[in-house]
């Protein structure tokens, strides 16, 4: 076939990323274009091959037989074109480029941020985008470079690199809270407290595990509040709600300042921290690369 007569790149790519994503509006988020902009591009190729590539279905896409046929032949070749144009910026001086990041949230004020600003203004030539969400993603399906999540929940596929040390999680109260509940001797003692509990994304509340000594407890707390961000967690803290469970790097400024007082912290002992993860099988983009290096020092 005449290369004349191949269709544009961009409507390729347009078409994979549907595929992948099951659809235009996330499609055309990964690509950084409008969702008019994919939609145009499947069209094109659609004409050009004077085939329907998708099927509605209920609100969604489905590949057809010949979408479906095609897209198990492109996604190696895109992927070998992707890998061709970042080994190109190795013989930049610099690296270049976008760097897609998907990071809890209770990673980025203290462990993440700093390296992240340390990075980009080493780095002037890399661009950003930083996406905040405490679910579980698919870092791959959905278009970024690399997430950060704590150590337990990162795939075994993945290449995982320590953001810091060991962190400590803390039971803490507001003063005021304190002077109306006796404060708890023993995790036990929290079935008798109001406490606020910790919802993930994925729907599952959060046991708290107390470490002594080789003794392991996990504690089903009760409360009147479940909450699913840190903020909002120590918000609730400072006005007095309950006692909450959060990470000491939270935590220390309140204390210090004497608006929170931390309890049980005899049951308290480190656990493996936020780590950068990425897919072992996959060509690193030169800013990935750069920023896993700046990590690693």
């Not at 996604?75 to 976008?98: C, I, W």
């Not at 950003?128 to 075994?156: Q, S």
């Not at 962190?167 to 002077?179: C, D, K, N, T």
């Amino acid at each position: 076939m005449s290369t004349a007569l191949l269709p544009p790149l961009n409507a390729l790519r347009a078409f994979e990323a549907t595929a992948r994503l099951g659809g235009v509006g996330r499609a055309a988020q990964a690509l950084h274009v409008t969702h008019g902009a994919v939609s145009r591009q499947l069209k094109l190729l659609e004409d050009h091959l004077g085939l329907p590539l998708f099927q509605r279905a209920g609100r969604g896409l489905r590949l057809t037989e010949a979408g479906q046929r095609l897209l198990d032949r492109l996604q190696p070749a895109l992927g070998q074109v992707h890998d061709a144009l970042e080994e190109m910026n190795q013989f930049r001086d610099s690296p270049t480029g976008l760097l897609r990041i998907n990071a809890a949230r209770a990673a980025v004020p203290t462990q993440l941020g700093p390296r992240l600003t340390r990075f980009l203004r080493a780095h002037p030539d890399v661009r950003l985008e930083l996406t905040e969400n405490d679910g579980l993603v698919d870092i791959v399906a959905d278009g970024f470079d690399a997430g950060v999540r704590l150590h337990e929940f990162v795939p075994e596929d993945m290449v995982a690199v320590p953001l810091g040390p060991a962190l400590h999680g803390m039971i803490v109260a507001s003063p005021e809270y304190l002077r109306q509940h006796p404060a708890p001797q023993h995790p036990r003692d929290l079935l008798q407290h109001e406490c606020i509990r910790f919802r993930f994304a994925s729907g599952h509340l959060y046991k708290w595990q107390f470490d002594r000594e080789g003794q392991s407890l996990e504690i089903d707390v009760r409360g009147r509040l479940t909450l699913s961000e840190q903020t909002t967690i120590m918000r609730a803290v400072l006005d007095g709600f309950g006692l909450a469970y959060v990470l000491e790097d939270a935590a220390r400024p309140h204390i210090e300042a004497g608006t929170m007082v931390a309890v049980l912290q005899d049951w308290s002992e480190p656990f493996p921290g936020f780590v950068l993860y990425y897919p072992k099988q996959r060509q690193m983009s030169s800013a990935l690369r750069a920023f896993v290096d700046m990590l690693r020092e």
